[in-house]
Every structure is written in structure tokens, then in C-alpha cells.
């Protein structure tokens, strides 16, 4: 059974940078699966950030491309975010979850239980 | 960026009956649509995926249907546990992945 376990600090000053890693267990980061960052706020409901493949390409959200840097450690069997210049807009609960292929299309079938950033002085 | 509209925001049963819930999206995406389930305090689960077939250990009470902008999310017979907030996202035009905001399936 594959677990992702959040983790990173819960409060992040305004401007600062965000930073979440992910610890993928029961499975391997470089078996056939994209891996992907999803937050929640109450004001915007699910978004999408981004997603990486463990040889390291990466799709971003266009509305935070500029300022998401999401990578893997494939030694560690991890993967993080890097959400840079922060403002209290990025305050969110942040899922790890991990996309699998189902016939033609990806879809998340395993979700960490989240972690709650808040983004305050 | 494809945006997803759920109706209704909040639907009001009681244990037995029959949920509908929609999902419209601004234009096709063709099947590639998933429904998630999500309780308070959890992360989401998936439901369904390209529209209609369910996922590993999903309860053949829950059954989607539809293609194109316009599909749906039936639960046939609503247990206890069914009530929670379900979503529906989309993977066919993309980036963004994009999803929809929710429906709150609340016992009446």
C-alpha cells in the first residue's frame, strides 16, 4: 500500500519561500507514475500546482509557474515544492498525491492527509 | 483554462435515496473526467475515472455517466457514510488540471 506523508514548516512569513517535501513509502518514486502537489483554501476549493516524473520533468500550473519549483530525490524516495514569494493568498491545506495512468489519462489515486501552511508574520 | 461548474452546491437527502450530482465543464473534455469523494478532515479519493469506470474498491452504488461538458455522479442508494463533499476534475486540456467546486451532499 503506498503512503505520501507531508511535511514543512506551517507558518511561512509574506515574501518568504514555502517548502514541502513528500515521503512516498510502500512504492518507489521511479516506478511509472507522475507525482503531484495539490492545494485546498476555502476561498478557491482544489488547485493544482504541478506535477514531476522521477526523471525530473515537470508541469506547472500557469498561474503559479513563476514562482513553483517542484523536484524529486529519487535517493530518498521523496519529492518537494518550493513556493517562493508568498503571500496570505497561499494560505492552504497541501497535498502530496501521486497520478497513475488509467487507460489513456492520469488521475490521482493516492493522497497524503495534507498539511495546513499558513502564511502570517 | 477549462473551467468545471458543480450543481447543485449542497444537496439535502436522507439515507436510501438517490443522488444526482452534476458536473459541466466550459468546453469538451471529451471522457476524461474523475469524481472524488472527500470527508472533513481527509484527503480526497477517487471516485470514478474517464467518466464511468469506477475505481479499485469503489461500491458499484456509485456510477458516472456522461462525455463532452456535461456529466454525472449517481449514487443509487445512499449509505451513512456516502455523505461528504464530491468533486469532479478534468485532464483532457491541460495545463492547468482544473477542478470543480464542489457539491456538499449533507443528510436531510
Known amino acids: 500500500q503506498v503512503q505520501l506523508q507531508e511535511s514543512g514548516p506551517g507558518l511561512v512569513k509574506p515574501s518568504g519561500t514555502l517548502s514541502l517535501t513528500c515521503a512516498v513509502s510502500g512504492g518507489s518514486i521511479s516506478s511509472d507514475n507522475w507525482w503531484s502537489w495539490v492545494r485546498q483554501s476555502p476561498g478557491k476549493g482544489l488547485e493544482w500546482i504541478g506535477e514531476i516524473y522521477h526523471s525530473g520533468n515537470t508541469h506547472y500550473n500557469p498561474s503559479l509557474k513563476s514562482r513553483v519549483t517542484i523536484s524529486v530525490d529519487k535517493s530518498k524516495n521523496q519529492f518537494s515544492l518550493k513556493l517562493s514569494s508568498v503571500t496570505a493568498a497561499d494560505t492552504a491545506m497541501y497535498y502530496c498525491?501521486?497520478?497513475?495512468?488509467?487507460?489513456?489519462?492520469?488521475?490521482?489515486?493516492?493522497w497524503g492527509q495534507g498539511t495546513l501552511v499558513t502564511v502570517s508574520s | 483554462e477549462i473551467v468545471l461548474t458543480q450543481s447543485p452546491a449542497t444537496l439535502s437527502l436522507s439515507p436510501g435515496e438517490r443522488a444526482t450530482l452534476s458536473c459541466r465543464a466550459s468546453?469538451?473534455?471529451?471522457?476524461?473526467l474523475a469524481w472524488y469523494q472527500q470527508k472533513p478532515g481527509q484527503a480526497p479519493r477517487l471516485l470514478i475515472y474517464d467518466a464511468s469506470n469506477r475505481a479499485t474498491g469503489i461500491p458499484a452504488r456509485f456510477s458516472g455517466s456522461g462525455s463532452g461538458t456535461d456529466f454525472t455522479l449517481t449514487i443509487s442508494s445512499l449509505e451513512p457514510e456516502d455523505f461528504a463533499v464530491y468533486y469532479c476534475q478534468q485532464r483532457n486540456n491541460w495545463p492547468p488540471i482544473t477542478f470543480g467546486q464542489g457539491t456538499r451532499l449533507e443528510i436531510k
Open positions: 468546453q469538451s473534455v471529451s471522457s476524461y
Open positions: 498525491a501521486r497520478l497513475t495512468l488509467m487507460e489513456i489519462v492520469l488521475y490521482f489515486d493516492y
